[in-house]
């Protein structure tokens, strides 16, 4: 069975710095996918960054990038230039990368709080 | 355009009693998840589904049950509500491993 770890249950920042949550993951899968979702108070879960494990590359949108190290299994979010509308709580998430196994494992959540 | 919504977005109930909970997606989606979100936990799978006719148990699923008799609608069933399945209940849809999913607006039930 797979394993999500985020050890960070509260963060927080001033505005415009940058800020890296942090996930670790354990799995014997050698094909997988690896997610970043945040959540407002609006309690909508968005997505934030997809990192297929084959890739080598860091994935990134706009603000957001990932340091992904498969073989240390982790897999932290930077947010640069953090804004207000950052707060949120944050959820790093596993999936095996075969058909028929598209259920996702979450990991505990980071909460997030942009200072202004 | 498509979507996924969740009804109701608020119940209380009674111990004991049956509670459905309705997921509706119009992405056509085959996948379709329920989680449920509780404090130190993150999201826990509940019961999920492949397709029409296809379920499955997740890791918190006793208690839980789940039908899949057409596409659009997973709705979720707790058979004798319990204080432990007090929680924020998600519904999620996805069309493979390849594509997003994609989550409802939750669903907070509290058994009183």
């Known amino acids: 069975a797979q394993t999500v770890t985020q050890s960070q249950p509260e963060m927080s920042v001033q505005e415009a710095e940058t800020v890296t949550l942090s996930c670790t993951y354990d799995?014997?899968?050698?094909?997988?996918?690896l997610f970043w979702y945040k959540q407002p108070p609006s309690r909508q879960m968005i997505l934030v960054i997809r990192q297929e494990a084959y890739k080598q590359q860091n994935a990134t949108e706009n603000r957001f990038s990932v340091n992904f190290q498969k073989a240390a299994k982790s897999f932290s979010l930077k947010i640069s230039d953090s804004q207000l509308g950052d707060t949120a709580m944050y959820f790093c998430?596993?999936?095996?990368?075969?058909?028929?196994?598209?259920?996702?494992?979450f990991g505990t959540g980071t909460r997030l709080t942009i200072i202004p | 355009d498509a979507e996924i919504t969740q009804s109701p977005r608020h119940k209380i109930t009674e111990t004991g009693r049956q509670v459905t909970l309705a997921c509706h997606q119009t992405?056509?989606?085959?996948?379709m998840f329920w989680y449920r979100q509780d404090l130190g936990h993150g999201l826990r799978l509940i019961h999920y589904s492949y397709g029409v006719q296809d379920t499955n148990k997740g890791e918190v699923s006793d208690g839980y049950s789940v039908s899949r008799s057409n596409t659009e609608d997973l709705p979720l069933t707790l058979e004798s509500a319990a204080s432990s399945q007090t929680s924020v209940y998600f519904c999620?849809?996805?069309?493979?491993?390849?594509?997003?999913?994609?989550f409802g607006q939750g669903t907070r039930l509290t058994v009183v």
């Open positions: 992405w056509n989606h085959n996948n």
């Open positions: 799995t014997s899968e050698n094909n997988y996918y």
């Open positions: 998430a596993f999936m095996k990368g075969n058909f028929g196994n598209e259920k996702l494992t």
């Open positions: 999620a849809s996805s069309e493979s491993m390849n594509t997003e999913a994609f």
